[in-house]
């Protein structure tokens, strides 16, 4: 009965300490640098939380076949096989590979957060996770673990 009333206590206080937060990190994930912007949701209760999130890598892809040349003063992209112009949309080559997480981390109030997570990209990759304060709930924030490190802003939870 006492580990049932425990339960109870824990799964009502959870709600009152779950926050939605935000997150920018530069990042070296699936063999690309570039950028890493997600969302998650974290539940915590005396120092510990969960946090499952969901974002994009953004970063250049590798696509030979267009470019963007000087052409007499004006810049137009030109397609490299066939000498021709291109729509310059052609010669953007921004992609997107979407992610997956799960943290689980200890706060030490006024100092630092640690732990360790599970990012779901192209491979499934764990690392350790470092965070610490720069003001009440702005935080920066280290990942790293084995071909994955990121390193920014954390906003929220």
């Not at 994009?56 to 810049?75: C, H, K, V």
Request: glycine fraction near 14%; aromatic fraction near 8%.
């Amino acid at each position: 009965m006492t580990v049932l009333a425990a339960a109870a206590t824990v799964a009502c206080a959870m709600p009152a300490a779950a926050q939605v937060g935000v997150e920018a990190n530069g990042a070296r994930a699936d063999g690309h640098w570039g950028g890493e912007l997600g969302v998650g949701y974290s539940v915590g209760l005396a120092g510990f939380k969960i946090t499952p999130s969901a974002g994009a890598l953004i970063y250049a892809g590798d696509n030979d076949r267009y470019e963007t040349q000087d052409n007499g003063g004006s810049s137009r992209c030109r397609d490299l096989s066939t000498g021709q112009y291109a729509d310059k949309a052609r010669c953007d080559d921004t992609r997107v590979k979407p992610y997956g997480r799960v943290e689980a981390t200890y706060s030490i109030p006024l100092f630092a957060t640690v732990g360790a997570g599970v990012r779901v990209g192209r491979d499934v990759r764990p690392y350790g996770i470092v965070a610490m304060p720069l003001a009440p709930l702005l935080k920066l924030k280290g990942n790293a673990g084995p071909h994955y490190f990121a390193a920014g802003l954390t906003l929220g939870y």
